[in-house]
């Protein structure tokens, strides 16, 4: 079946313009995940959602990142007053909370801020 | 909340030799372990997991330990290949807890033909 899809694949904007990321979880799946990679680094936690729970948002860096999921669908994250150190690789992962509890990663949304 | 460190940052290994990963976490309440392999450019993918009712797990060339009362798990590669090359994450969690994973910082592994 389908795995989970990102988009923009890509996306440069200008210092300070505000960007929306989408993410497509695989079917079923009910926890989502956001990580964010900077080039050669390891994965940065930013935000978990489980179901109809609240939201895990202890790794959001700052009041400029934001996320929203409808259910267990799409999830949207939002970075407003982009600055450059937001450059990096935003991943979504989803994976079952029942086991098998495998992540699956999409493949990322490449952010470069100019 | 879990922290897990995970050493080395970097290794370099002669093709057909042992690679050993090794990550220690804090939380004891923690018991799902699994290894994700990230290749240049491409998502993390999972390669082994574990959990903490099992001490040891293999899967062809690949083996992963546990340490229960050390807090530590390990990933062993054996007889390496030039495609083995990769950035290795181990992580951490509780299975059916609302709990996210915890990842380590990741292993630069080198294979040298």
């Known amino acids: 079946g389908a795995g989970v899809s990102q988009s923009p694949s890509n996306k440069v904007t200008e210092k300070g313009k505000d960007v929306e990321l989408r993410c497509d979880p695989i079917?079923?799946?009910?926890?989502l995940y956001w990580y964010r990679q900077r080039l050669g680094q390891g994965l940065e936690f930013l935000i978990y959602?489980?179901?109809?729970?609240?939201?895990?948002k202890s790794g959001l860096p700052s009041d400029r990142f934001s996320a929203e999921r409808t259910g267990e669908s799409v999830s949207t994250l939002t970075i407003q007053r982009t600055q450059q150190e937001d450059s990096a690789v935003y991943l979504c992962?989803?994976?079952?909370?029942?086991?098998?509890?495998?992540?699956?990663f999409g493949p990322g949304t490449r952010l470069t801020v100019t | 909340g879990e922290n897990v460190e995970q050493h080395p940052s970097t290794l370099s290994v002669q093709e057909g030799d042992s690679a050993v990963i090794k990550c220690t976490y804090s939380?004891?309440?923690?018991?799902?372990f699994p290894w994700y392999k990230q290749e240049l450019g491409k998502r993390p993918q999972l390669i082994i997991d574990?959990?903490?009712?099992?001490g040891e797990k293999k899967d062809q060339r690949i083996a992963v330990t546990l340490n229960k009362t050390a807090k530590h798990f390990s990933l062993h590669i054996t007889e390496t290949q030039p495609e083995d090359s990769a950035v290795y994450f181990c992580?951490?969690?509780?299975?059916?807890?609302?709990?996210?994973?915890?990842f380590g910082s990741g292993t630069q592994l080198t294979v040298l033909p």
């Open positions: 574990i959990r903490s009712n099992v």
């Open positions: 992580a951490a969690s509780i299975v059916g807890s609302a709990r996210q994973l915890t």
């Open positions: 959602f489980q179901g109809n729970s609240a939201p895990d």
């Open positions: 079917s079923g799946h009910t926890a």
């Open positions: 992962a989803s994976s079952l909370t029942v086991g098998p509890y495998e992540q699956y």
């Open positions: 939380d004891s309440a923690s018991n799902y």
